[in-house]
C-alpha cells in the first residue's frame, strides 16, 4: 500500500487525494491510471462531499513524467483525465502546496478551485523541452487569469506566485500555516457552493491585433529560433480566436508533434544531463568544505568576472591585484558589471550596491591569508602563475583551497614544489565568469576528495554546470575548439569560403561561427600557443591564422582578422587583405553544401570527444556535450556533437 503513488484518506466529508510519487511527483502512467479510478470511484460515494488534491513533499507536482517522452505516450493521457475531473459533478480543489509545473499546473487548472500556500508557484515550464503545455494549459489558463497574464507564463517561462495566484483569482485563497488541514477546512465549506463552470468553457477576451503582433515579435526575439515558444502562442491565440475546443485539439496535436522532435529530444538529453551533473557518483558522501571567504588573484577579464559571480552567490571576495592602478581598474570593471546586471533587473540597484560592499580590494597576496579558497586568474604564463602559487602557499591557511583558473597549462606544472597537491584544483571558468553556466573542474592526481566535493559544491552555490576534466591540453571544452578549428581552417585551406563556413554554423543555431569566434576573442591566443609549442621543439605546421597575426591582424581589437572592422564596430566585413595574405595558401574556391559543413566540423568534434572518452579525461558523452552547449555556444536544441553522433545525425 505506502509505495502507491497516489494515496486517499478520508477527513469528515472530504476525501484527500495525495500524489506522493517522487522524487517530484510527477504524472507518470501509474498515477494519471490511479486518478482516473478515484474520479468516478468518489464520485460515486455519496459520503464524499469534495476532493481536495495535493502532493506529498514539498512540491504539488513537477509535471508529466518526462522519462515518458521518449516512448509513445500511453493511455491515460493527461487531458482525458483532466477533462473528467473538470466535468466532475462533485468539487476538485487543488491544494497547491509547491510548485505546479507543466502537467502539475494544468492539473491545478482543471480542479474547480485552487487553495494555495505561500509556497505554491504555477509554472508552464514545456518550452524549456522544446514542446508546449499538451493538457489545456495553453486554454484553461488565459480563461481564468486573462491572455496578457497568461501568455508570459506560457511562452515565456514566467511563473505564478501564491499571492500573485489570488490576486489574479486563479486561486480561490491564500491557506497560512498548517496548509493541508486549512485547505481541508476551506473546501469542506466550499464545497455545498454550485460548482463553478469548468474553466475551459469560461469566456476569454481576445486583446486584439496589436497584442499579438507585439506578442509575436517579442517571443520570436527571445526564441532564438527555438520553436516551442511561437508554438505556445499560436496554441493561446487559436483557442482565444477559433473556442476552446479548437484550441485543446490544437494544442494536443502541436504538443505531440514537437514531443517526437528532435529538438525536444535534445532538450530532454540535457535536462536530465544537467540534472547528473552536479552529482559525481564518485564524490558520493564526501562533505564539502565551507566556503564563506573568498579570494581571486588578478582583476583582469576573468578575475573580475570570477569576482562577480561569487558576489552574486553571496560569498565575501578579497580581490587582489598587483599593483593600486591595476587594482582600481578592477573596481571600475566590476561596479560596470553589477550596473549592467542592475539595468538587465537581475537585482535592484541597491541589491548591487549591498553585493560590491562585500567586496575587499587589496594589493599583493597577504591578505588572502584568510581565505577559505583563493582562486589564481592571472595571465596564462606558467612562471607567472607559480609565483602567485608560491606566495600562496605561504600565505594561506594549509587547510584553504588553491585553485587556478588555467585554461591551457598543466596545473601539476602550476603548483609543483608548493606541498602536498591534497588543496589544489583547477576551476576552469569561461568568460564572462558571470554569465557562462560552464564550470571545468580539473582535480590534480592527490586532489583530497572534500576538495573536489567543494569544487561541485561551489558550481551549485553560483548555479554553474559542474563538469570532471582530466589533464591534457585544453582539457575538454579547448582541445575540441582546437579540433574544431582545425578542421575549419582545413576545409577553408581546401578553397572553402571561411565566411560561408560562419554562415553555416550561424544557421545550424551558433550565435557565431569559427572566424567570427576568433576574431572576437584575439587570434594571437592561439597563435601565441603555437609558438610556445614550437618554442619547447613540438613541430606545429604553420596555420592560416599564424600568417593573419605576423601580419598585424589579431582580430576585432586591431580593426581585423579573417573579416576587417569599422572602428568602433564588431560587424564583421569582407577583407580584401585577408583574401592577398591567405591566397597563396588556400586552394581554388569551392562550394560546400551547409549541411556537409556541419556534419564534418560536428564529425570532427565528436571524434575528438571520443578519444577524450577513451583517455577518461571525461566521465561521459553527456559531459562532454554540457561543456559544448554551456561553455562554446553550442546550441541547445542540438543537443551537442556527442548527442547527434549518437543518434547518426551527423
Ligand atoms: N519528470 C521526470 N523526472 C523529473 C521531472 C519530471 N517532470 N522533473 C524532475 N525530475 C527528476 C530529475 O531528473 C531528478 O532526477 C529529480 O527529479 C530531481 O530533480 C503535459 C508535457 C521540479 C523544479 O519541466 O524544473 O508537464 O537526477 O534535481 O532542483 O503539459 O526538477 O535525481 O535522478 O531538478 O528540486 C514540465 C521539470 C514537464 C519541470 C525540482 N515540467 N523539473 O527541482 O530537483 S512537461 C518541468 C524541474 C509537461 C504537460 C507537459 C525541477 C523541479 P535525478 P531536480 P529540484
Not at 413 to 428: A, D, N, P
Not at 451 to 466: Q, W, Y
Not at 622 to 638: N, S, T, W
Request: hydrophobic letters at 45%; glycine letters at 10%.
Amino acid at each position: 500500500m505506502s509505495d502507491m503513488p497516489v494515496k486517499l484518506e478520508r477527513r469528515g466529508a472530504i476525501a484527500v487525494v495525495t500524489i506522493d510519487n517522487p522524487p517530484v511527483n510527477a504524472l507518470g502512467l501509474a498515477v494519471r491510471q490511479r486518478l482516473l479510478e478515484l474520479v468516478p470511484e468518489l464520485e460515486a460515494d455519496g459520503s464524499v462531499a469534495g476532493v481536495v488534491l495535493t502532493g506529498a513533499g514539498s512540491l504539488f507536482v513537477g509535471g508529466a513524467d518526462i522519462t515518458e517522452f521518449d516512448h509513445p505516450p500511453q493511455a491515460p493521457h493527461l487531458p482525458e483525465l483532466l477533462e473528467r475531473i473538470e466535468c466532475a459533478g462533485k468539487p476538485w480543489f487543488a491544494a497547491v502546496n509547491g510548485m505546479a509545473l507543466g502537467g502539475g499546473a494544468e492539473l491545478a487548472l482543471a480542479c474547480h478551485y485552487r487553495l494555495v500556500s505561500p509556497k505554491a508557484r504555477f509554472g508552464l515550464p514545456e518550452i524549456n523541452l522544446g514542446i508546449i503545455p499538451g493538457a489545456g494549459g495553453t486554454q484553461r489558463l488565459p480563461r481564468l487569469i486573462g491572455v496578457e497574464a497568461a501568455l508570459p507564463v506560457i511562452a515565456e517561462k514566467a511563473q505564478i506566485d501564491g499571492q500573485r495566484a489570488v490576486e489574479l483569482h486563479l486561486a480561490a485563497g491564500l491557506v497560512e500555516g498548517d496548509f493541508l488541514a486549512g485547505a481541508i477546512a476551506a473546501a469542506a465549506e466550499m464545497a455545498t457552493l454550485p460548482l463553478p463552470s469548468p474553466a475551459a468553457e469560461l469566456p476569454v477576451a481576445d486583446p486584439g491585433e496589436g497584442f499579438w503582433t507585439e506578442a509575436t515579435a517579442r517571443i520570436h526575439k527571445s526564441a532564438k529560433g527555438a520553436k516551442a515558444p511561437l508554438a505556445a502562442l499560436e496554441s493561446l491565440r487559436l483557442g482565444v480566436q477559433k473556442g476552446a475546443m479548437e484550441g485543446l485539439s490544437f494544442e494536443r496535436e502541436t504538443f505531440l508533434r514537437l514531443r517526437a522532435s528532435d529538438e525536444a529530444a535534445a532538450l530532454r538529453y540535457l535536462f536530465f544531463a544537467e540534472r547528473s551533473a552536479s552529482r559525481s557518483s564518485s564524490l558520493r558522501g564526501v562533505e564539502p568544505r565551507r566556503i564563506n571567504l573568498a579570494g581571486v588573484v588578478g582583476g583582469g577579464t576573468m578575475g573580475v568576472g570570477i569576482a562577480a559571480a561569487l558576489l552574486n552567490a553571496g560569498l565575501t571576495v578579497v580581490l587582489s591585484e598587483r599593483d593600486a592602478a591595476s587594482l582600481e581598474r578592477a573596481r571600475t570593471a566590476l561596479e560596470a558589471v553589477f550596473a549592467a546586471q542592475a539595468k538587465r533587473k537581475m537585482h535592484s540597484d541597491q541589491e548591487g550596491r549591498d553585493r560590491l560592499a562585500r567586496l575587499k580590494r587589496t594589493v599583493g597576496l597577504d591578505e588572502l591569508a584568510g581565505c577559505d579558497l583563493v582562486i589564481e586568474a592571472v595571465f596564462e604564463d606558467l612562471n607567472v602563475k607559480r609565483d602567485v602559487f608560491a606566495r600562496l602557499s605561504q600565505v594561506c591557511r594549509a587547510d584553504a583551497i588553491l585553485a587556478t583558473n588555467t585554461s591551457y597549462i598543466d596545473p601539476r606544472l602550476i603548483v609543483e614544489g608548493f606541498g602536498s597537491q591534497e588543496r589544489f584544483i583547477g576551476l576552469h571558468f569561461f568568460s564572462p565568469a558571470q554569465v557562462m553556466k560552464l564550470l571545468e573542474i580539473i582535480p590534480l592526481p592527490q586532489t583530497a576528495a572534500d576538495v573536489k566535493a567543494t569544487g561541485f559544491d561551489l558550481a551549485k552555490r553560483l548555479a554553474k554546470v559542474p563538469v570532471r576534466a582530466g589533464i591534457c591540453e585544453g582539457f575538454i571544452g579547448n582541445r575540441i575548439l582546437k579540433r574544431y578549428r582545425g578542421e575549419a581552417e582545413q576545409m577553408v585551406a581546401e578553397g572553402v569560403d571561411f565566411a560561408a563556413i560562419d554562415a553555416a554554423l550561424r544557421d545550424f543555431g551558433y550565435a557565431m561561427g569559427p572566424f567570427e569566434m576568433q576574431d572576437l576573442a584575439g587570434l594571437d591566443i592561439s597563435f601565441m600557443n603555437r609558438e610556445a609549442a614550437r618554442g619547447r621543439g613540438e613541430n606545429v605546421p604553420e596555420a592560416l591564422g599564424d600568417i593573419l597575426v605576423r601580419a598585424g591582424r589579431k582580430g576585432q581589437k586591431t580593426g581585423g582578422g579573417w573579416y576587417d572592422y569599422e572602428p568602433g564596430e564588431r560587424k564583421p566585413q569582407p577583407s580584401a587583405a585577408t583574401a592577398r595574405l591567405l591566397a597563396p595558401s588556400i586552394g581554388a574556391p569551392k562550394q560546400v553544401d551547409p549541411g556537409k559543413i556541419i556534419g564534418r566540423l560536428i564529425k570532427a568534434m565528436a571524434d575528438e570527444g571520443r578519444k577524450i572518452l577513451e583517455e577518461g579525461i571525461a566521465d561521459s558523452p553527456e559531459a562532454i556535450d554540457l561543456v559544448e552547449v554551456h561553455g562554446y555556444g553550442f546550441p541547445r536544441g542540438k543537443g551537442g556533437p556527442m548527442f547527434l553522433s549518437a543518434r547518426n545525425a551527423i
